[in-house]
C-alpha cells in the first residue's frame, strides 16, 4: 500500500497503550543561577522554564494522535500528584483518552526530569526519576486488569510499554503479562505489540519490538549468544521486530529474517522516544496492512522523522507523506 494509503486508514482503527504511562519534564536551567544553598552549602540548579510531555506509553500514544488515529486511549496507573494532573492535562490535549488511568495515593506518578543548560540546549546533568521501587499496590494492579479485561475488546490495536527499569518494574507486572498473554490468544485477530526493556523474555503469545541492545541481551541472557530465532520461539510470538538505529529494522517470523532499511537522510538530532515512534507507526501499519515489510517500513519513516526534532518529537500525517516523497 502507500503511505497516503496508509495513513487514511489510521482514522478507522483505534488503539489502547497499556504499562508505564510516564512524564517527560524538560527544565532549562541557567548556569548563572547557581549558587551555594545558604542552609547546606550545596549549589543549587536554577531552573529558569519548564515543559512537560508524555513520555514511555505516552509517546506512544501522543505519535499515535499526531498520526491521526480514530481514537487512542492509554491505561496505567499515576499518583494523586501534581506530575499525574500535568500528565493527564498534557495527554487530553492530544485528544488522548485517560478515563482508563488508575489513580492512587499509594505511588508517585513515574516521571523523567531532564535537565537542559539554557546556553547550549543540552542536557548535561544527571537525570532525576521519580519512579516505583516497590511492588505495584494490590488494588491497583487489581483495577488495572479489570479495565483490561472489560474493555480490550473495543480496540484493534493493544501497545504494552515495559518501561521501567527498577528490580520490581512497574505497572506490567507477572498477573498482566499473563492476562495479556492470554487476552492476545482470545483476540488473534487484534495487533497486540509489547515493547520491554528489560524483561523481553518474560512475554508469550506477542508481537514483540525490541532495539538491538535490547533484544542481544535477551539472547544474552537465555542461551549464551545471539539467536533471534531462537528468541521467538522462547517467547511463542509469530513476529520479533528488532530495530537497529539507522540500518532499519530486522523482521524475525516463520519465513526467516529480513531487514527493513531506514529511512534517516542525515545525522540524527535526538533519538529519545524514535522506538517509541516506530512502534505507533508500524503496530497500526501492520493492522492495516497485514505486511510486516510495509510496517516496518512505515515505522521506519516514522522514526525517521521524530528523531530529527530535540526531545520526544512526534510525525503528523503532512511530515510522514513529505517524507515518502509520493
Known amino acids: 500500500m502507500r503511505t497516503s494509503e496508509i495513513l487514511s486508514a489510521f482514522s478507522s482503527h483505534s488503539a489502547l497503550v497499556v504499562g508505564d504511562i510516564c512524564l517527560d519534564r524538560w527544565c532549562t536551567y541557567d548556569p548563572a543561577e547557581t549558587e551555594p544553598s545558604r542552609e547546606t552549602g550545596i549549589p543549587r540548579i536554577g531552573v529558569v ?46 485528544g488522548i483518552s485517560t478515563d482508563l488511568m488508575v489513580r492512587s495515593a499509594e505511588l508517585p506518578t513515574f516521571t523523567y526530569t531532564k535537565l537542559i543548560e539554557w546556553s547550549t540546549g543540552e542536557e548535561n546533568l544527571p537525570r532525576v ?7 505495584l499496590p494490590e488494588k491497583v494492579e487489581a483495577r488495572i486488569l479489570e479495565h483490561l479485561r472489560t474493555f480490550v475488546a473495543d480496540f484493534d490495536i493493544i501497545f504494552i510499554s515495559d518501561q521501567a527499569e527498577t528490580r ?13 498473554a492470554d487476552l492476545a490468544r482470545q483476540y488473534p485477530r487484534k495487533v497486540v505489540w509489547a515493547d520491554s526493556r528489560v524483561r523481553l523474555a518474560r512475554f508469550r503469545n506477542v508481537i514483540l519490538k525490541a532495539n538491538e541492545q535490547e533484544a542481544d541481551t535477551a539472547c544474552a541472557a537465555l542461551f549464551g549468544g ?30 526467516g529474517e529480513t531487514l527493513v532499511p531506514g529511512r534517516t537522510a542525515s545525522k540524527a538530532v535526538d533519538i529519545c522516544g524514535a522506538g517509541d515512534a516506530f512502534s505507533a507507526g508500524a503496530a497500526v501499519a501492520l493492522a492495516i496492512t497485514g505486511s510486516p515489510v ?30 515518502a516523497n509520493e
Open 294 to 323: 510495509e510496517a516496518a517500513a512505515f515505522g521506519n519513516l516514522v522514526a525517521g522523522i521524530t528523531v530529527m526534532k530535540k526531545g520526544t518529537g512526534t510525525a503528523c500525517r503532512e511530515e510522514v507523506l513529505a517524507a
Open 49 to 94: 522554564s519548564t515543559t512537560v510531555s508524555p513520555g514511555a506509553g505516552g509517546t506512544i500514544a501522543n505519535n499515535l494522535a499526531a498520526l491521526g488515529i480514530g481514537r487512542v486511549a492509554v491505561l496505567g496507573a499515576i499518583g494523586e500528584d501534581g506530575a499525574g494532573f500535568e500528565l493527564t492535562r498534557t495527554l487530553n490535549a492530544s
Open 129 to 135: 526519576d521519580f519512579i516505583l521501587a516497590k511492588p
Open 168 to 180: 520490581r518494574g512497574g505497572v506490567v507486572t507477572p498477573a498482566v503479562r499473563s492476562a495479556l
Open 226 to 255: 545471539v539467536d533471534y530465532q531462537r528468541l521467538r520461539r522462547h517467547v511463542e510470538s509469530e513476529l520479533l521486530i528488532v530495530t537497529q538505529g539507522e540500518r532499519g529494522a530486522l523482521i524475525v517470523n516463520d519465513q
